[in-house]
């Protein structure tokens, strides 16, 4: 295994609970810090490739919604609104730092269609050659596999773009410090798991239920995700997005998060 020092195509996941309040606003703070330190990775020579959850979270923030909307038509249009400010913010964000984004909406239909997955190849290829951040969605506008039965979630978006996109290492960002022999929430004698060299049963049956209010994705979804990366010869990083500095210590090789091995 190559050090994650040495790895140079990385995507990076970021969970709306990385990216928003409680009360799916933008959490500025966090957002600010989270650009400035993946351009500074980017500036030194790493291929960045962003996931970004958050569409639905900050749409629901911007209408002045007590909470996610519970109906289908309602999430949608919170996530036409959501991907406006998300975007908006991001391109206003990375302009500081003369790092230009591009926006990639994608459907499970364009994933399964051999000559889309060719044209997303080479989009992603294309802005990475001229030094652009691509920031990867689900277009939740169109595909409601995500808002309606939660299997379209960001988490295995993140590895599908990993393995299509020729990354070496995922990084998955959230409210989570890594992985945990159960549900620290709930038993405070659970362990952390730092490395995880197969993804056996012990490991499916420790993963928890669903995340925030805000977000789709629970520990489970992570697993998964680590499935479709391992499979695909990536490495994948779960860690704590509260402290985006961590970036820093995991690319110098100190143990961060829970890593999971690829095959």
Known sequence: MRAISEKK???IKL?????AHSTGKLNIRRMTNLVRVISDLHNSGKEIIMVSSGAVGLGTGKLGLSRRPGETKMKQAAAAVGQCELMHVYDDMFEKYSVTVGQILLTKTIINNPSHCDNFKNTVEALVSMGVIPIVNENDTIAIDELEL???ENDSLSALVASLSGADLLIVMSDIDCLYSDDPRI???AEP?????????EIESAAGGAGSSLGTGGMSTKINAAKIAAEAGIDMVIMNGKNPELLYDLFENKEIGTIFLAK
């Open 9 to 11: 195509r990385i995507v």
């Open 15 to 19: 969970g709306t609970s990385t990216l």
């Open 150 to 152: 939660e299997i379209g």
């Open 187 to 189: 038993n405070p004698d």
């Open 193 to 201: 798991i730092y490395v995880v060299e197969k993804i056996t049963p």
